[in-house]
């Protein structure tokens, strides 16, 4: 089987980024003998296409086409669908062609199914998983860290892009929450940022760097309004520290009892939760991109099987689409 894969998200620093690269790798890892893996958004002499984010979906594929779903919170704020005009209901149909789709967990998948329609029978549910490079670091690794950053020794911590204000990421009146312990923000800032103040930005780090950021914080705050999966919370925990985080249908599905939940847009009671937090955290749910990538060919074989069925005519499947949605 050769399977083209759409790499150009892996160069970006965020959840979609990190989810191309791990994936592509475990991919080529646990691939078998005769399968292929080629990095492609052009996918001719494919036998199946992967695009691992909504964006990457094409409305006429040559090829049975898999697409990943991190989260559909755009498809809750309709403001953004006036901004970008037709574009959002371009990429869902593209969406809804799909032989198969892949979400990080059951909440997305319940989203999909609502927002878009979808068979759940077309939907396969892949757990991400922390890379391989998060692991609990020793305190000499963390102390050179914390010194490179000029770090506090104990603080707490928020991990994501901040390129630019995302209202389902409150940084700023997090940032304006009274708290007793520091604050650090983990990922690449935009000039909005500067604003700021009483908070220690690193700007973009290593994985490395990383994963060591992680062994020295107190806690990690997860205070997202939507969530797909919640990574970060993961690798924190990979790296031995506890986090508090919103209390979401995503989040209380990837992390049980593994994390305090408090409840959505309580910022005062999440900083407190976490402020209250002891180690040693538990561990993170035992799933690895190794068994992502496994399961990940099942469903490229699911799709290849598929492909009588995804190849009639675009035009009369359009018509039926619409004839739906209206």
Do not use: N
Request: aromatic fraction near 6%.
């Amino acid at each position: 089987m050769r399977v083209a894969f759409d790499s150009r998200p892996s160069s970006e620093t965020g959840g979609i980024g990190r989810y191309a690269r791990s994936l592509l790798c475990a991919l080529r890892s646990t691939k078998a003998e005769r399968s292929e893996i080629v990095e492609t958004h052009r996918p001719r002499h494919a036998d199946v296409f992967h695009a691992p984010w909504m964006q990457g979906a094409i409305l006429r594929s040559p090829c049975p086409m898999v697409v990943t779903l991190h989260d559909l919170a755009a498809l809750k704020r309709r403001s953004e669908h006036l901004r970008m005009a037709c574009m959002p209901h371009l990429r869902h149909l593209a969406v809804q062609r799909a032989a198969r789709v892949i979400v990080p967990t059951k909440a997305v998948a319940a989203d999909a199914v609502a927002g878009l329609g979808l068979d759940e029978r077309r939907i396969s549910i892949i757990p991400e998983a922390p890379d391989p490079a998060f692991y609990q670091r020793d305190a000499e690794h963390i102390s050179a860290v914390q010194k490179r950053f000029g770090l506090p020794k104990s603080y707490l911590l928020w991990v994501g892009s901040m390129q630019r204000p995302d209202p389902r990421k409150p940084i700023a009146k997090l940032v304006a929450t009274r708290r007793e312990m520091p604050l650090v923000l983990v990922g690449c800032a935009g000039p909005w940022t500067r604003e700021l103040s009483g908070v220690t930005l690193t700007g973009k780090v290593s994985d490395d760097e990383l994963a060591a950021i992680y062994s020295g914080a107190h806690a990690l705050l997860l205070p997202s309004a939507e969530e797909g999966f919640g990574l970060p919370a993961v690798e924190a925990l990979a790296c031995g520290a506890p986090v508090a985080a919103f209390d979401l249908p995503a989040l209380r599905e990837v992390l049980h009892d593994r994390a305090t939940l408090v409840e959505p847009g309580d910022l005062e009671g999440l900083v407190q939760a976490a402020q209250g937090l002891r180690r040693p955290a538990p561990k993170p749910p035992r799933w690895s991109w190794e068994d992502a990538g496994r399961a990940t060919w099942q469903v490229y074989h699911q799709a290849f099987a598929s492909r009588e069925a995804v190849c009639l005519p675009v035009r009369r499947r359009s018509r039926e689409k619409l004839v739906e949605t209206r």
